[in-house]
């Protein structure tokens, strides 16, 4: 459903327990044009970082990602700054 949708304006999905299994589900779904997405306190820890680093990669469109109240750690934002640093990587906001 989603990587057919390019009528979608923002991806809110705040205060859902998507913890990092359904993180690693979301990440494989998304569209190459991924718009603005809120993951406000789902319960993601490290281990969604790497997934969430690939998308940074892959989806140019993405340009702001809204993590608070995740307990990502510093191990997760080195994997988040993996992603930040590919060239292919437009992201303008990260809260």
């Known amino acids: 459903m989603l990587g057919?949708?390019?009528?979608?304006?923002?991806?809110?999905?705040?205060?859902?327990?998507?913890?990092?299994?359904?993180?690693r589900e979301l990440c494989g779904a998304l569209p190459r044009y991924c718009p603005p997405c809120r993951l406000w306190q789902c319960r993601l820890?490290?281990?969604?970082?790497?997934?969430?680093?690939?998308?940074?990669?892959?989806?140019?469109?993405?340009?702001?990602?809204?993590?608070?109240?995740?307990e990502l750690g510093d191990r997760g934002v080195w994997r988040l700054c993996e992603g930040l640093r590919d060239p292919a990587c437009r992201l303008q906001m990260l809260r």
């Open 45 to 70: 820890t490290e281990a969604s970082c790497g997934a969430l680093a690939v998308v940074l990669a892959a989806s140019p469109s993405l340009t702001e990602l809204h993590l608070g109240a995740n």
């Open 4 to 23: 057919t949708t390019s009528s979608l304006v923002q991806l809110d999905l705040s205060d859902n327990p998507l913890e990092d299994s359904g993180m």
